[in-house]
């Protein structure tokens, strides 16, 4: 079985071409990093197989099928700063929306649903701030509630969009772990990631994108430098002496 | 006295509907709209009269909703065109706000629906305009409100987990399934709705003070959507009661008064707040330097 499946995708905003032709199959129970240069369409990319396009050409299958938003078969954590902070509400409330779905219309969150948005919180470590106003919650705790509601709906493939983007190490190190774990649970999982360096301790699998997908495959035979630098072009080498590595 | 009382509620009424109506409208960032909206819908009422030549509350309700929808659409379309949201919203009412202006000079000249009263309102005249159901007779304004605050509340008890989701992230509610389009447009409706119904008492120009100013306050202090609609329904009726009575006492236009008091109350409270968090600042600083 193919957690994800893309065939021929093709974006443009504007008559330009942001995504061309994209191409990639990935079977289940992998722990994928998305990796690309800044403009590369990463964040087109994950739009499009969320269904936010309607001007996409192309086929995107998930778990074989076409999206259907109602299988809630998809787990998306936003980036942090996609949504307002200052919003009124409580860290448990946003991790009990991840149960919304189950619940359908003019239903309201069940006991259960309480117990398991509970939960999910716990397994981030922020069980003690259940009633904080999410606003007064520190970035990487801002992110591990986002975290916690896409475990809440309990999906079998997550997208996540930088969710390591200005966190603390703490928090980078508690969403890797989950993510392992969801991933020895047979999830499948793909993060949009920027940190070249982490790249081979956290993830099996990459996908290399630059306008389209340059390639895809296990980390150890993708993640060369001939491949790098082959989606990254002139940037690699300031990174590389900035990094030291590689 | 009768009379006295038939205003104060029609303002405590305008205050609680337009109180419930404004706290998504701000946590959507849709203030804007909403001024579109409230002189749109002058459009869709003169409308409504053109083709049924009644001045029947319900008829107006239909126009109004239907503008209000019309108006959501045109700067939706607009936008998705690649025009910002401001001019669109901008291009949009201005337009239809106008042809609604043409359309009374030529068609309705004659009649109670006058520019003035349209844009000021009169809340001191709805006494005297009454209607018997189910032989209770009570001012028009009153039924009017009375049905659009069923309509509100009905749709927050149906819809109030969805709104709260499609408006805190409105991207995660569509990966979900949440009908986030049809909830857009519903909900436009309920503020048209709300925008005609208050409309009566406080006229066009004012009665966007009403939804705005007490959920604006209520944002400033609230920790909860809940609790946001608490504040936001006491402010408006806070408003209403205010505003009647400084009228009465200063003889002026009351309508102009409940809306000078919604900003009053939002600049005490706004105050308020910024003053607790110097305080609160204060207090950390103080503690951090010990």
Known sequence: ?246 | MMIEFWVILTGVLVGITCGIAGVFLILRKMSMIADAISHTVLFGIVMAFIITQSLNGLWMLVGAAMAGILTAYLVQLLQSSGIQEDAAIGVTFTSLFALGVLLITLFAGNIHLDVEHVLMGEISFVPWDKWTFLSITMPKAVWMLLLVLVINVAFLFLFYKEMKLSTFDYVYATTIGLPVILLHYVFITTISLTTVAAFDSVGAILVVAMPIGPAATAYLISKSVKEMFLWSMCFGVASAILGYYVAKWLDTSIAGMMAAAVGVIFLVIFLIDKLQQHLNKRAVASRGSF
């Open chain 1, 1 to 246: 079985m193919e957690a994800l499946i893309v065939e021929n995708l093709s974006v443009a905003y504007d008559k330009k071409m942001v995504l061309e032709n994209a191409n990639v199959s990935v079977p289940t129970g992998h722990l994928s990093a998305i990796i690309g240069p800044n403009g590369a369409g990463k964040s087109t990319f994950l739009k499009a197989i969320l269904n936010q396009l309607p001007n996409k050409i192309g086929k995107i299958e998930i778990l074989g099928k076409a999206f259907s938003p109602k299988s809630l078969v998809v787990g998306y954590v936003p980036q942090r700063n996609a949504v307002d902070w200052d919003f009124p509400t409580t860290a448990l409330d946003v991790v009990l929306m991840g149960r919304y779905g189950h619940r359908g219309l003019f239903k309201r969150p069940t006991k259960k649903d309480r117990a398991i948005a509970m939960q999910a919180l716990t397994s981030v470590g922020m069980q003690d701030f259940t009633e904080r106003s999410i606003g007064q919650l520190s970035g990487g705790q801002q992110q591990r509630v986002f975290l916690a509601r896409a475990l809440a709906q309990n999906a079998e493939v997550y997208f996540l969009d930088e969710p390591f983007a200005g966190v603390d190490a703490a928090t980078e190190k508690t969403i890797i772990d989950i993510l392992k774990n969801l991933k020895a649970q047979g999830k499948s999982i793909f993060v949009v990631h920027h940190d070249l360096q982490t790249v081979t301790e956290y993830f099996d699998y990459t996908i290399l994108l630059n306008k389209t997908i340059l390639a895809a495959g296990k980390t150890n035979e993708i993640f060369t430098k001939e491949k790098l630098q082959q989606t990254y072009g002139g940037k690699l080498l300031m990174m590389e002496t900035l990094s030291g590595e590689i």
